[in-house]
C-alpha cells in the first residue's frame, strides 16, 4: 500500500510539474518621443510672465541731465540658433500731459504712479554707447555668447532734467520676447 500511495504522489507531481503549465501570449509596447525647439532663459523653462531683469535709473533730484542705466544681464540658450530676441514694446507709449525729458525714436515714458497725467521720456539702447536706440520688434545682439549661451543686456537714457513734473515714483514696463 505505501508503494501504491508514493507511486500515486509521485505521478500526481510529476502531473502539475508538467500539465500547471499555462499559455503565454506575447506582445509589444511602442516608445516615443517628440521633441521641438525650446529655449531656456536665465536657466528657467520658456514660456510667459519671464522676468528678463530691471532698469531702474535710482533715486534722483529732478535737476539731473541725463541717467544712464543698464539693466541686468539675461541669458537665453536654444536647441536651435534660429532664434531672434527682441524688445516689443512698452506699457506707457502715449506721452502724458506733463512731460520731461527727450523722447526717442520708439516712445516710451515712465509714468508717475499716483498722477498719470505726469511723465519722463527715455530711451532704450543695445550697447553701452548708446549708438544705436532700440526701436519696437528690432532683434538685440547678445552682449557674449560662450557655450551656446547668449548674455543680452539694455540700456536706458533719460535726456533733460526732470523739473516739469512733480517729485514721485515713475515707471514703465517693457515687453521682450524670445521667438524660436
Known amino acids: 500500500m505505501k508503494i501504491i500511495t508514493l507511486f500515486t504522489a509521485s505521478a500526481l507531481l510529476l502531473a502539475f510539474a508538467t500539465g500547471a503549465r499555462a499559455d503565454s501570449s506575447t506582445g509589444t509596447v511602442g516608445v516615443t518621443l517628440t521633441l521641438t525647439n525650446g529655449c531656456l532663459i536665465?536657466?528657467?523653462?520658456?514660456?510667459?510672465?519671464?522676468?528678463?531683469?530691471?532698469?531702474?535709473?535710482?533715486?534722483?533730484?529732478?535737476?539731473?541731465?541725463?541717467?544712464?542705466?543698464?539693466?541686468?544681464?539675461?541669458?537665453?540658450?536654444?536647441?536651435?540658433?534660429?532664434?531672434?530676441?527682441?524688445?516689443?514694446?512698452?506699457?506707457?507709449?502715449?506721452?502724458?500731459?506733463?512731460?520731461?525729458?527727450?523722447?526717442?525714436?520708439?516712445?516710451?515714458?515712465?509714468?508717475?504712479?499716483?498722477?498719470?497725467?505726469?511723465?519722463?521720456?527715455?530711451?532704450?539702447?543695445?550697447?553701452?554707447?548708446?549708438?544705436?536706440?532700440i526701436e519696437n520688434g528690432t532683434a538685440l545682439q547678445p552682449v557674449s555668447s560662450a557655450d551656446s549661451t547668449d548674455t543680452y543686456a539694455l540700456w536706458g537714457r533719460i535726456q533733460g532734467n526732470s523739473t516739469l513734473v512733480a517729485a514721485g515714483t515713475y515707471t514703465d514696463t517693457v515687453q521682450i520676447s524670445v521667438d524660436y
Open 42 to 133: 536665465n536657466n528657467n523653462e520658456t514660456g510667459s510672465g519671464i522676468n528678463f531683469g530691471t532698469l531702474d535709473f535710482g533715486t534722483q533730484a529732478a535737476t539731473f541731465g541725463v541717467l544712464t542705466r543698464q539693466t541686468n544681464s539675461f541669458t537665453v540658450k536654444c536647441n536651435t540658433t534660429n532664434y531672434t530676441v527682441k524688445v516689443t514694446g512698452s506699457q506707457n507709449t502715449s506721452k502724458p500731459a506733463t512731460t520731461a525729458g527727450i523722447t526717442g525714436t520708439a516712445a516710451r515714458y515712465l509714468v508717475n504712479t499716483t498722477d498719470t497725467t505726469q511723465g519722463v521720456a527715455y530711451s532704450l539702447f543695445d550697447s553701452s554707447a548708446m549708438s544705436k536706440e
